[in-house]
């Protein structure tokens, strides 16, 4: 199994420009999540997801969107990217099943935005 | 946002054991996790309490108190490869809910 697989692993945006950060999983999860990471910050909750289309917000939406069409996709879209979403983006997922052993995790995208 | 709190950095020498706290103030409590980060990777999951009282796995322990909303991940025989940051995260709401973490503690082992 490939697990939670994030493409692309390093992108560098424009000001303005937007993208879609892409994030599959073949575990057959209920739950997946984006969250960014920030020197000082840990890791902060975008989006989440607890089935296919069912969204909802996390702890810093704003600039990003999602969707969940099918159990397996769960791509976050930079409308307009600014400098201050540079950052590390992981997405993770999880299932009752495995709830209690932690959410699995992708193995990131870093984002540069100039 | 959610109140967790962990210390920044923590350094300790090899074989020794370090204890790292987390304090949460949450509502909606249901589990408390342990990761571990290594620069540059993703989160591992190294353990869960949702009741109260100590997991052991290994060399690592962790232990929870929700009546003082506390836990401490415990390393013993502590190895070079243990130096990475450790995040400390909790649920909050159902068995898929969402999961809030605190800024990490950066271990340092010496030689």
């Known amino acids: 199994n490939a697990g939670v697989t994030q493409t692309p692993k390093f992108q560098v945006l424009k000001t303005g420009q937007s993208m879609t950060l892409q994030c599959a999983q073949d575990m057959n999860h209920e739950y997946m999540s984006w969250y960014r990471q920030d020197p000082g910050m840990g890791l902060r909750l975008i989006h989440y997801?607890?089935?296919?289309?069912?969204?909802d917000q996390g702890e810093v939406p704003n600039g990003y969107n999602v969707s969940r069409s099918t159990t397996e996709d769960f791509p976050l879209r930079l409308l307009s990217a600014a400098p201050s979403q540079t950052s590390v983006y992981f997405c993770?997922?999880?299932?009752?099943?495995?709830?209690?052993?932690?959410?699995?995790f992708g193995s990131g995208t870093r984002l540069t935005v100039v | 946002g959610q109140n967790i709190d962990q210390p920044t950095e923590m350094t300790a020498t090899e074989g020794a054991i370090v204890q790292i706290n987390c304090t949460y103030q949450t509502s909606g409590f249901n589990g408390l996790f342990w990761y571990q980060q290594h620069a540059g990777e993703a989160p591992t999951f190294l353990s869960y309490?949702?009741?109260?009282g100590l997991e052991e796995k290994g060399r690592f322990s962790s232990f929870l108190s929700r009546s003082k909303g506390y836990s401490y991940l415990l390393l013993k025989e502590l190895q070079m490869k243990d130096s990475a940051s450790y995040l400390c995260a909790v649920r909050k709401g159902s068995t898929l809910g969402r999961l809030y973490f605190g800024r990490g503690t950066q271990l340092t082992v010496w030689p």
């Open positions: 309490n949702v009741l109260d």
């Open positions: 993770a997922s999880s299932s009752t099943g495995t709830a209690n052993y932690g959410y699995t």
């Open positions: 997801s607890v089935g296919a289309g069912i969204t």
